[in-house]
Protein backbone atom coordinates (compact mmCIF):
# COMPACT_ATOMS: atom_id res chain seq x y z
CA UNK A 1 0.00 0.00 0.00
CA UNK A 2 1.41 3.41 -1.18
CA UNK A 3 1.88 6.28 1.67
CA UNK A 4 -0.60 8.02 -0.13
CA UNK A 5 -3.76 4.87 -0.09
CA UNK A 6 -2.72 4.91 3.77
CA UNK A 7 -3.35 8.71 4.27
CA UNK A 8 -6.33 8.16 2.60
CA UNK A 9 -7.57 5.58 4.63
CA UNK A 10 -6.60 6.87 8.01
CA UNK A 11 -8.79 10.32 6.83
CA UNK A 12 -11.60 8.11 6.11
CA UNK A 13 -11.44 6.15 9.09
CA UNK A 14 -11.21 9.64 11.25
CA UNK A 15 -15.01 9.64 9.87
CA UNK A 16 -16.09 6.68 11.93
CA UNK A 17 -18.37 8.04 14.89
CA UNK A 18 -19.12 10.85 13.40
CA UNK A 19 -21.94 12.25 11.49
CA UNK A 20 -21.48 12.53 8.14
CA UNK A 21 -24.00 13.24 4.73
CA UNK A 22 -23.27 10.43 1.72
CA UNK A 23 -24.73 11.26 -1.73
CA UNK A 24 -24.83 7.93 -3.93
CA UNK A 25 -24.35 7.38 -7.78
CA UNK A 26 -28.36 7.18 -7.91
CA UNK A 27 -29.29 10.61 -6.64
CA UNK A 28 -30.19 9.46 -2.87
CA UNK A 29 -28.49 11.59 0.32
CA UNK A 30 -27.80 10.05 3.77
CA UNK A 31 -26.87 11.99 6.66
CA UNK A 32 -25.77 10.33 9.54
CA UNK A 33 -23.08 8.89 11.79
CA UNK A 34 -20.79 6.91 9.83
CA UNK A 35 -20.30 3.68 12.44
CA UNK A 36 -18.63 1.33 9.81
CA UNK A 37 -16.55 1.22 6.75
CA UNK A 38 -14.99 -1.76 4.28
CA UNK A 39 -11.46 -0.12 3.57
CA UNK A 40 -11.35 -2.59 0.58
CA UNK A 41 -14.77 -1.65 -0.91
CA UNK A 42 -15.54 1.50 0.38
CA UNK A 43 -19.06 0.29 1.47
CA UNK A 44 -20.29 2.33 4.48
CA UNK A 45 -22.70 1.57 7.49
CA UNK A 46 -24.70 4.71 8.80
CA UNK A 47 -26.53 4.47 12.24
CA UNK A 48 -29.88 6.83 12.38
CA UNK A 49 -29.50 7.89 9.42
CA UNK A 50 -31.85 10.52 7.72
CA UNK A 51 -32.90 10.29 4.19
CA UNK A 52 -33.75 13.21 1.63
CA UNK A 53 -37.44 13.04 2.53
CA UNK A 54 -36.14 13.07 6.62
CA UNK A 55 -37.64 9.50 6.70
CA UNK A 56 -34.60 7.88 9.77
CA UNK A 57 -33.77 4.84 9.23
CA UNK A 58 -31.81 2.75 11.78
CA UNK A 59 -29.08 1.35 9.85
CA UNK A 60 -28.16 2.60 6.07
CA UNK A 61 -25.53 -0.01 4.29
CA UNK A 62 -24.37 1.17 1.47
CA UNK A 63 -22.27 -0.94 -1.12
CA UNK A 64 -19.03 0.94 -2.09
CA UNK A 65 -20.12 1.28 -6.07
CA UNK A 66 -22.68 3.43 -5.05
CA UNK A 67 -20.92 5.82 -2.73
CA UNK A 68 -20.58 9.18 -5.22
CA UNK A 69 -19.35 11.05 -2.21
CA UNK A 70 -18.91 11.59 2.04
CA UNK A 71 -19.17 14.64 3.32
CA UNK A 72 -17.63 15.54 6.66
CA UNK A 73 -20.15 17.46 8.77
CA UNK A 74 -17.77 17.91 11.91
CA UNK A 75 -13.90 18.98 12.30
CA UNK A 76 -12.02 16.12 12.86
CA UNK A 77 -10.16 16.03 15.76
CA UNK A 78 -6.31 17.33 15.55
CA UNK A 79 -4.62 14.64 17.42
CA UNK A 80 -1.04 16.03 16.08
CA UNK A 81 -1.65 19.62 17.51
CA UNK A 82 -2.70 17.51 20.54
CA UNK A 83 0.42 16.21 20.25
CA UNK A 84 2.64 19.01 19.46
CA UNK A 85 1.28 20.76 22.34
CA UNK A 86 1.88 17.71 24.81
CA UNK A 87 5.29 17.92 23.27
CA UNK A 88 5.86 21.30 24.74
CA UNK A 89 4.92 20.16 28.57
CA UNK A 90 6.80 16.48 28.52
CA UNK A 91 10.05 17.07 26.04
CA UNK A 92 10.70 13.83 24.00
CA UNK A 93 8.38 12.05 25.64
CA UNK A 94 5.58 12.38 23.57
CA UNK A 95 5.10 9.30 20.77
CA UNK A 96 2.23 10.13 18.25
CA UNK A 97 0.37 6.99 16.67
CA UNK A 98 -2.11 9.06 14.41
CA UNK A 99 -2.92 6.05 12.26
CA UNK A 100 -4.58 4.47 15.91
CA UNK A 101 -6.18 7.61 16.90
CA UNK A 102 -3.94 8.21 20.44
CA UNK A 103 -0.72 9.50 21.49
CA UNK A 104 1.75 7.88 24.15
CA UNK A 105 3.07 10.30 27.08
CA UNK A 106 5.92 8.87 29.19
CA UNK A 107 5.46 5.29 27.35
CA UNK A 108 2.46 5.19 29.92
CA UNK A 109 -0.67 7.60 29.59
CA UNK A 110 -2.39 6.94 26.40
CA UNK A 111 -4.39 10.08 25.32
CA UNK A 112 -7.58 10.05 22.67
CA UNK A 113 -9.83 12.30 21.31
CA UNK A 114 -11.55 11.68 24.64
CA UNK A 115 -8.72 12.83 27.13
CA UNK A 116 -6.75 9.92 29.03
CA UNK A 117 -7.78 6.70 28.73
CA UNK A 118 -5.47 4.71 29.90
CA UNK A 119 -2.52 5.08 33.03
CA UNK A 120 -3.34 7.47 36.47
CA UNK A 121 -0.82 9.66 38.99
CA UNK A 122 0.42 13.00 38.42
CA UNK A 123 1.45 12.58 34.96
CA UNK A 124 -1.60 10.89 33.70
CA UNK A 125 -3.66 14.20 35.73
CA UNK A 126 -0.94 16.76 34.18
CA UNK A 127 -1.10 14.89 31.24
CA UNK A 128 -5.72 15.53 31.14
CA UNK A 129 -5.14 19.05 32.44
CA UNK A 130 -3.50 19.86 28.74
CA UNK A 131 -5.89 17.72 27.47
CA UNK A 132 -9.16 20.26 28.72
CA UNK A 133 -6.85 23.35 28.10
CA UNK A 134 -6.39 22.22 24.48
CA UNK A 135 -9.90 21.58 23.81
CA UNK A 136 -11.01 24.93 25.44
CA UNK A 137 -9.02 26.66 23.14
CA UNK A 138 -10.27 24.85 19.77
CA UNK A 139 -13.82 24.76 21.13
CA UNK A 140 -13.11 28.90 22.39
Known amino acids: MSVAQRKFFTEVATLVDKSVIVSTTTGKTFSGTLIGINPDTLSLCLAEAKDEEGKILHRVF ?12 EKPFDLKALADRLEKVFPTMVKLYEDKGFIWVMDKVKVTEKGVVEGSGPAAERVQKVYEQFISEVKG
Open 62 to 73: LNGNVVAQILSV
